[in-house]
């Protein structure tokens, strides 16, 4: 019974001495409102961006957003809009990594990241829950390329430099299995830089977990992306065009590795 019960306790001490460690990693972090167009928020290896850079197309709107947590490499958030008036993207709300960026594609192994979300409307809305990364062809340069990876599409639709007589945007490839999901890769120009965008062929992906190098992989392989390439940017937020919503993020984590 005795050495039961020490050897107990020698198990439990490991096991106590490894929790400390969890709760000290959830960190101080700034959960104060900020409703400025370039309001920006540091928290551990993230920055939150309220970077409403299309606010002068709305006739009127808001946009404010906080921080609500971080522990371990686990950021939640939440943003709140209304924006009314001008058929453009009014903001792009999100959250950036600031760590192990300005790698060129061929030297990164993965790109881990799980995102869980949801969102209240007040009526109709148009917008998307989307990771948005550039690459360039140097650390730190202009942007080549854009990817998106769409997690959700509310009446919005991706840049394309194909439409069907239906007015629909076409797909340059269709029922891409990538990251345990179902796409269709859209392609086209914002006037700046080449925006390859990912959708769901159907739905809506409010938890999503995958290596996103997938992405990378299939555009380097498919469609003349350099793997020499730099990634500069990876965000995930939400670009809305119209309407009142709430996104929670409860759980966003992404790693480059
Ligand atoms: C994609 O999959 C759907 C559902 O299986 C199918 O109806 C459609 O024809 C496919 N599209 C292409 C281009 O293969």
Known sequence: MFSKALAFLVLSVPLLATAAPAELAKRQVDTSSHCGQWDTVTAGQYELLLDQWGASGATSGQQCANLVSLSGSTISWKTT??????????????????????????????IPTTWTWSQSASGSVV????????????????????????????????????????????????????AGHTWNLYSGSNGANAVFSFLPTSGTITSFSGDIKAFFDYLVQHEGVSSSQYLVTAQAGTEPTSGSATLTTSAYSLAIN
Do not use: H, R
């Not at 453009?88 to 990594?97: A, D, P, Y």
């Not at 650390?139 to 599409?153: D, T």
């Open 127 to 178: 917008a998307d829950v989307a990771y948005d990364l550039f690459t360039s062809n140097s650390a730190g340069g202009s942007n080549v390329n854009e990817i998106m990876i769409w997690l959700a599409n509310f009446n919005a639709g991706p840049i394309s430099s194909q439409y069907g007589s239906d007015g629909k945007p076409v797909p340059v490839a269709s029922n891409l299995s990538l």
């Open 81 to 110: 809009w209304t924006w009314t008036g001008g058929s453009g993207v009014k903001s792009f709300t999100n959250i950036q990594l600031n760590q192990g960026i300005n790698k060129q594609l061929s030297a990164i192994s993965s």
